[in-house]
């Protein structure tokens, strides 16, 4: 019982992990970089698979935050005592609607997009763990964001 709980919060964890502002590219919040960059391609959802290998090579931003999900994701399995044969799926999908939103960025008001990230997992017994996280990101502007000291 107490591992079948454990495992219901590692969806959470990664959520607070990857959301995070420690997920950057050269010191800015990747989802800054991320939503702009996708949509200039007309996609408005994401989905990666956290157990796969990345073969993205044809774009920086989605290798890194393909990269950091799958790496955050394996970071949570381990701190919670499971190995990734416990798991036969396990996937990250982001969704954002195309409609602007108000928002701040450092108290500066800003638009941007209601972005839903979801993690979803399902066990070597077929249970499944999931959670969902809802945040304001609007596209990377250096002039109001602070650029962190760590970088990745």
């Known amino acids: 019982m107490a591992k079948s709980r454990l495992m219901k919060g590692v969806p959470h964890n990664v959520l607070g992990t990857f959301c995070s502002r420690y997920s950057n ?68 999908n982001i969704s954002w609607p195309r409609q602007d939103i108000d928002g701040q960025v450092n108290l500066h008001k800003c638009e941007g997009r209601a972005v839903l990230f979801r993690v979803c997992i399902v066990t070597s017994h077929g249970r499944m763990c999931d959670a969902e996280m809802k945040m ?16 990745s």
């Not at 800015?28 to 090579?57: A, K, Q, V």
């Not at 935050?65 to 996937?91: E, P, Y």
């Not at 304001?136 to 250096?142: E, K, Q, T, Y």
């Open 25 to 92: 590219i050269d010191g800015y919040w990747m989802f800054g970089f991320l939503i702009p960059h996708l949509e200039l391609s007309d996609i408005n959802s994401l989905t990666i698979d956290l157990i796969g290998d990345c073969h993205i090579r044809n774009s920086l931003i989605l290798h890194t935050v393909h990269r950091r999900s799958v790496s955050v994701f394996r970071d949570q399995i381990g701190k919670a005592g499971f190995s990734l044969s416990h798991v036969r799926s396990a996937t990250l």
């Open 136 to 151: 304001f990101v609007a596209p990377h502007n250096p002039r109001v964001e602070h650029r962190s000291g760590r970088l």
